[in-house]
Structures are given as structure tokens and as C-alpha cells.
């Protein structure tokens, strides 16, 4: 079984709509949760990081931590084209030289116009 | 901002040639990763490096070796490439207190 566990995908999705994206892990050690944008033949880039649990929220995003579960998720409101891309889940039990990254497989989403 | 260039967008090597693939960042980062990306199976860490002329073995090393003589730069090296290489490589970098990885925009090599 893998550390984390990610559906690939593809999600497609009308302009609009409200997208969830989920991640569950087996690592009770984890603490530090991102989620990382990815768009087509660009590296990823950094979207959402929360520590421990609960819900953070930037604009049309919202990232979700259940600990007692292990699985975090990542919402997005009033999706548009421009959010088409891969999105990542990351986690790790520590910070700095202990904070080795363990990422989910990446879901990829299609939002059409 | 923080910036993590790689040396080429994309590259096409011949079976058994020795590939070299550079990473530079300009932020100060003590950390640096190498991945590679492969549709199905996410990615994978190669090496990382904590420090100058330090390197630690990720998920799959086997087949590359990495150097690290400047704090800035981070270089992943395919000693004799192998179709099984042909990939998305990644690299990444983050300061010491962080976990906060940031990624340069890869590059895709193809070996024939």
C-alpha cells in the first residue's frame, strides 16, 4: 500500500461548478499537508499548505485536514478553465532536514468552458 | 521570488551516453531534490542534498549519481542512459527550517 493515495483521474467539470479533490494517507506521523498545482510541462507550484488539522482558505480554495481520518482535501469554488491542471497532494512528518516530501500521484482536471 | 532553473526543456540522448542535467536556485536553499515524474506513478525522489558536497540516496538512485560543489547548484547525472530514464526530471529546492518545496519547470528527456 502506498503512503498516499491519490485518485489520478481525469475529472472533468463544467465552468462553474465546485470541485473536491482528495488525498488519504496511512502515515499517522504526518503533520505538514500541501497541495501543489501542476499545470501541462511546467513543474508544480505551491497552492495550499496547512499543518495539522483543520481548514485553510485563500480566495477560491479551500484546504481541508482530517487527521483522526487521514485524508485532507482540496476545494475549489466557482472553477475555471484556468484551473485545469494536475494537482498534487504532498505531506511530511516533519520540517526542514527531517521533512523528506511524500506526494500523492496527482489528479488531473479538466474544467470545460 | 524564489527561482529554480534547469538547465534545458528538453533533451534527446542516445542509449549508454552520460547525461548531465543541472539545477541552479537563487534563494540561499540548503536543501535540493532530484525527482522524476512518470505518468501513473507520481513523483519519485532520486537524491537529495542537505548541504555542499553532501547527498543522500532517495526512492530509486539506481542508475544516477548526483553532485553538489555550490550551494546554488545541483546536478543529477545518468552515467550511461538507458530507455528506462526517458522521463520528466524534476528538481526542487527548500531552506532548512522549511518543507515548503519549490520546483524549477523540469526537463523532459527522451533516450533513444
Known amino acids: 500500500q502506498k503512503e498516499v493515495e491519490q485518485d489520478p483521474g481525469p475529472l472533468s467539470v463544467p465552468e462553474g461548478a465546485i470541485v473536491s479533490l482528495n488525498c488519504t494517507y496511512s502515515n499517522s506521523a504526518f503533520q505538514y499537508f500541501m497541495w501543489y498545482r501542476q499545470y501541462s510541462r511546467k513543474g508544480p507550484e505551491l497552492l495550499m499548505y496547512t499543518y495539522s488539522s483543520g481548514n485553510k482558505e485563500d480566495g477560491r480554495f479551500t484546504a481541508q485536514v482530517d487527521k483522526s481520518s487521514k485524508y485532507i482535501s482540496l476545494f475549489i469554488r466557482d472553477s475555471q478553465p484556468s484551473d485545469s491542471a494536475t494537482y498534487l497532494c504532498?505531506?511530511?512528518?516533519?520540517?526542514?532536514?527531517?521533512?523528506?516530501?511524500?506526494f500523492g500521484q496527482g489528479t488531473t482536471l479538466q474544467v470545460k468552458p | 521570488d524564489v527561482k529554480v532553473t534547469q538547465s534545458s526543456r528538453y533533451l534527446v540522448k542516445r542509449t549508454g551516453e552520460k547525461v548531465f542535467l543541472e539545477c541552479v536556485q537563487d534563494?540561499?536553499?540548503?536543501?535540493m531534490f532530484w525527482y522524476r515524474q512518470d505518468p501513473g506513478l507520481g513523483l519519485r525522489l532520486i537524491y537529495f542534498s542537505y548541504d555542499v558536497k553532501m547527498k543522500e540516496k532517495g526512492d530509486i538512485p539506481e542508475g544516477y549519481s548526483v553532485s553538489r560543489e555550490k550551494k546554488e547548484r545541483f546536478s543529477l547525472i545518468l552515467e550511461s542512459a538507458s530507455t528506462n530514464q526517458t522521463s520528466m526530471y524534476l528538481c526542487a529546492s527548500t531552506l532548512t527550517t522549511s518543507n515548503t518545496q519549490y520546483f524549477g519547470p523540469g526537463t523532459r528527456l527522451l533516450v533513444l
Open positions: 534563494m540561499d536553499h540548503e536543501n
Open positions: 504532498a505531506m511530511s512528518a516533519g520540517s526542514g532536514n527531517t521533512g523528506k516530501l511524500i
